[in-house]
């Protein structure tokens, strides 16, 4: 805990003094672009990823980086989308999974999962993409999937996800009025690349050539 205190008390006498200007600006209110999904994974920090200041990301984390389907039962999520979606009117929403991901690890293996009944029934929303993985390889529903998929089901699962999330009557309206884009990332912890897909893809491209209009424009 001594790091953290000691952070806490470098943002207080240095971080904070040298962006008094940014802070004092968002002490009002917010406006960020994008909507940014993600686990919550120790490894992963969605500002240091995207080299955004605070204010810019409206983040929603949890284990697995699931978005559930839109129910008429209310839950954390939700609530979060709509808000994110309705009244702060993102433009962008980014869902990002990432290698190594403990959660996928166990979809691929729920049987494992013994004595963790909330962890098994919160990753019964990666079902079906873990479905998608056994039905390519020719895999029994029934059997666990070996760890050499792990990879494949991170990607499926994003899009996966990304699918729940149109399911959303609030983001259902924006798409439909195209005031609102998805992407969908997988972040690679050891190298350092994302590679991405669309709203209505089904493959990942690499970083640079997804956005490669962007970073055209961002370079000239």
């Not at 040298?18 to 920090?45: M, N, Y």
């Not at 166990?106 to 039905?135: Q, Y």
């Not at 005031?179 to 491209?205: A, P, T």
């Amino acid at each position: 805990m001594e790091h953290i205190v000691r952070g806490v008390l470098d943002f207080r006498e240095n971080v904070y003094p040298e962006r008094k200007d940014l802070f004092g600006a968002l002490a009002d209110g917010q406006s960020p672009e994008v909507l940014f999904f993600t686990c919550s994974d120790s490894r992963i920090d969605p500002n240091l990823l995207t080299g955004s200041n605070p204010g810019d990301l409206f983040i929603c984390r949890n284990a697995g980086n699931i978005i559930p389907p839109h129910s008429n039962e209310t839950g954390g999520m939700t609530a979060s989308i709509e808000y994110a979606v309705a009244v702060l009117k993102v433009r962008h929403i980014i869902v990002c999974g990432h290698t190594d991901c403990g959660a996928i690890k166990g979809a691929l293996d729920v049987g494992a999962l013994k004595g963790l009944p909330h962890v098994k029934e919160w990753l019964g929303h990666c079902r079906s993409a873990m479905e998608i993985v056994r039905e390519r390889h020719n895999i029994a529903t029934d059997a666990c999937l070996d760890s050499q998929y792990l990879n494949e089901a991170i990607e499926e699962n994003v899009l996966q996800q990304v699918q729940h999330l149109r399911t959303h009557p609030a983001v259902a309206a924006k798409l439909a009025t195209h005031k609102v884009q998805i992407h969908g990332w997988v972040y690679d912890i050891k190298s350092g690349e994302i590679r991405c897909c669309g709203q209505d893809s089904l493959e990942f491209k690499k970083f640079d050539d997804f956005y490669a209009d962007i970073i055209n424009r961002v370079r000239k």
